[in-house]
């Protein structure tokens, strides 16, 4: 039996024990991730008098005393609707209250719809009972540190409360109403002047009734399920397996809540026990199930049901609002849309209070907000009632949702701004988008039926979360719809608010609108090849309640829908006015109008909000963790050691070129050769783009490069040091190949931190900050990876890999998740990486962007070397060029007038010909000789058709 060394054993034991540390390590660091203990306890309380008992459950954290926070449910829910925000909010260290409200769960009494006098008054109860108990905190006696948030009806609630109750420290209403006469009988024409906020609705007192939303609203309060979305809206970093499928945002079907909810009372309705069947007002106090029946069976609601309605919105009280309010709306709502949020800040802000908007993802039609924003509310209550933490400010954000997903995932970008546009006296920015369409006659039919369909009221918690679905549900019925179009658009539009219009509608002579015109305005987003979508599935109602029996027309600005959506290049608008929607109520008798657009005004005036973006993408793959890895890599740096000692490693001829690879192959067992007999060489300042299609041997040559894997045969030096596993040479390379792995319970520059001392180089020689900048993370590099989005955690990787600034920079698919203003930041980063002298070699699928990128490429099909060399050679081996001109037909005549040159070919500015041997750059001359200006000169081809032409034969 051979003798081991002493010195191997020693490695060995040191391997072992570093093993066991790792391992305990990686034990501990999870034990860090247990959410704090929460204790809860059930309380029956007495509300606005002693007849009315409210079901309650307090959520209490570690540490007592602490402020409160009061979490109020939505329509047709009840306290379990809500469970999970005040686990949430607990284990931040509040004390939260949940309860039913009256009518619903297990609570008594009758529904008043946020009445001041029952639902509202019930909540003061609530204030009045925490400021007697322990274990919350106070500012003076009877008066508690108290914030309130909830969603939908519980965040009409919170505004309701703190505009009538000064105790209320801080509330966070989600997806809520402003009024809700106008939420329901919304109207979107106006004659006066054009609103210049993101999301202004210029409402009209006549206005057309929602009637399929008000029609679920008024069921769930009889007995059926809650209104709020069930699941998460969608977030950046959210995973989607199938981004075709309709799924609801949390990526799993829709239920109803447990227990007694699906009998229509406990945690989803009002009390099954308690509803008089024969009842059908339920549990409705009567004049509010009177004031539905009256308007859904006229279509219209009278003052008094107006009135009615109103007396319970928020808007009565925003005046009075002190508290700071974060106020946060869905961008895909269509029963309380952005509109009703901007009239809520404008009014708190005009008479004085603190208020902070965000807009994101999702609604009633596409989810709950996600944790990521959960989180950021429950900031706002940190700093607010605590004190601790930054100041969030009163500024305004709104996600953009891309058109395009990654790996099934969609991408999702936030932009900031200091202040919310419209409260501070400044005016949004506004785009001019002209329209084209001549006059339209469209008819309303008889009975309003059939019905164009603009959204599914009720199913946005199935489909909503699907864009693509959902926004191209949208049917617009011939005859009932006039249509105007933009042009391609030459540069990305990114809509943030409402945009306005002005349209000139008549009445046909002979087919009159007794009670005038209803009609429904709307913007698509249209792609080259015809698809369109409607964004956030909105559509705006208007009302005009009269129109000339002569047919004169009457000009009207219409103020569509507020929504969030980046029309990008070559896509057009298209606006569409209709005569109905299945959604709405449209009036019964038949009738004909003319609609056109105002002469001098045909344009759609869209809003801009300009700001800071934050970008985010899909997942960039699993996370390891660091502490296992450095286990592994002790293990795996013995084995090394041993080899280390009979390896030739130098060739100091090699010493200034950063990469050789010589007869390369990598065999598995079985017969397959990933890569076969793959030489190549990069020389010091080249961008080298390592292109092939799948299972063309890439992923494999850069695992053997980075010593991850043994090649069979060949070999792999760097600078010329032989490259196995540990070689110190390694040090010299950064890399980024299959994902990077962190800790999600550290921050990013803390990962990175330990990421380089785990490295044991100087702390000075990491050159952190410039790392850091690279990343342009700004100061989320200072959050826990965990709530990191997937493009953010690539960003992150890739300065990762740059930390010591290398000599030889290695990417695998380093735009995956990256959004194209991010990816050319990072075409101009790794440009400018190697013109300081360094070596960039990147591994892409994106072809496109190795063209614009690389100065040199290496080929490979079937883990074979197909072609290597600069890009122009590999693209340029054809005699055909293009040429980008100021006068593309004179530039064609001198062309065809060369000896030789022919298929002379105009495409806009663009002139392509077969030189036919003749150079491109005297080709070039003599246009410049003739006077043509010439922008641009290259060859024909594209490095697509190269790569195609090289390896599509063996495909």
Known sequence: MPRISRSVLRWLALGLAAAVVAVGGLVWLNSGDEPPAVHTRDEILTGADDGIRLDSTVYLPERTPAPAVIVAHGFGGSKDSVEEDARELAQRGFVALTYSARGFGRSSGEIALNSPDAEVADAKALVDWLAEQPEVSTDAEGDPKVGV?????????????????????????????????????PNSATTGPVPDTPAANAFAADGVFKRSWAGIFFAAGVGGSGLDPSTDAVEAGDEDDDADAPTNPGGAPTEMPEGDAAQGGGGGGPSGGNIDVGDPCGKFRQDFCAAYAEVATTGKASQQTIDLLRSVSPATVT????????????????????????????????????????????????????????????????????????????????????????????????????????????????????????????????????????????????????????????????????????????????????????????????????????????????????????????????????????GSPVEVTVTLPGIVRPIETDRRIELVVSTTDQAYATPPEAAAYTISLVEGADAVEAPVVSGTRSDSGPPAGPLIGIAVVLGLVVLVTIVGAIRRRRAVDHDPALDDVPLVIENLSKSYPGGLKAVNDLSFRVERGQVLGLLGPNGAGKTTTLRMLMGLIQPTDGNIRVFGHHVYSGAPVLSRIGSFVEGAGFLPHLSGQANLELYWAATGRPADKAHLAEALEIAGLGDAVHRRVRTYSQGMRQRLAIAQAMLGLPDLLVLDEPTNGLDPPQIHQMREVLQRYAAAGRTVLVSSHLLAEVEQTCDHVVVMHHGKLVASGPVEAIVGGASEATFRVDQPTQAADVLRESDGVHDVVVDGPLVHADLNGLPRAEALATLVRAGVAVEQAGPRRRLEDAFLQLVGENQ
């Not at 949208?474 to 002005?502: H, K, M, W, Y």
């Not at 209803?518 to 309640?545: E, H, N, Q, T």
């Open 319 to 550: 005046g009075n609002i002190t508290a700071p309010t974060l106020l946060v709306q869905g961008e895909q709502d269509t029963l309380f849309g952005l509109d009703q949020a901007d009239a809520t800040a404008r009014q708190i802000s005009e008479a004085g209070g603190k208020v902070r908007v965000i807009w994101y993802t999702g609604g009633h039609d596409g989810g709950k907000p996600g944790p990521e924003l959960r989180s950021t509310i429950a900031d706002w209550f940190d700093f607010h009632l605590r004190g601790q933490g930054s100041d969030p400010g009163a500024g305004f954000e709104y996600a953009v949702q891309g058109a395009l997903r990654v790996q099934g995932a969609p991408s999702v970008r936030t932009v900031s701004t200091g202040t919310y546009p419209g409260v501070d006296g400044t005016s949004t920015e506004r785009r001019q988008v002209r329209v084209y369409g001549p006059e339209q006659t469209i008819i309303n039919p008889p009975g309003g039926n059939p019905a164009s369909v603009s959204n599914m009221p009720g199913l946005g918690a199935v489909i909503g979360s699907s864009s693509r679905l959902a926004g191209r549900l949208a049917i617009d019925l011939p005859g009932q719809a006039a249509r105007f179009a933009s042009r391609p658009l030459e540069n990305q539009l990114l809509i943030a608010g409402s945009s306005t219009v002005r349209l000139r509608v008549s009445a046909v002579p002979g087919a009159p609108a007794r009670d005038g015109a209803v009609l429904f305005a709307k913007l698509y987003d249209v792609g080259a090849d015809g698809v369109r979508v409607l964004p956030g599935s909105a559509v705006s109602p208007l009302r005009i309640p009269e129109l000339p029996a002569d």
């Open 149 to 185: 948030t909830g969603g939908s009806y519980g965040g009409a609630l919170s505004l309701l409360l703190a505009g009538t109750d000064d105790r209320v420290d801080a509330i966070a209403p989600t997806i809520t109403y402003n009024d809700l006469s106008q939420a329901l009988l």
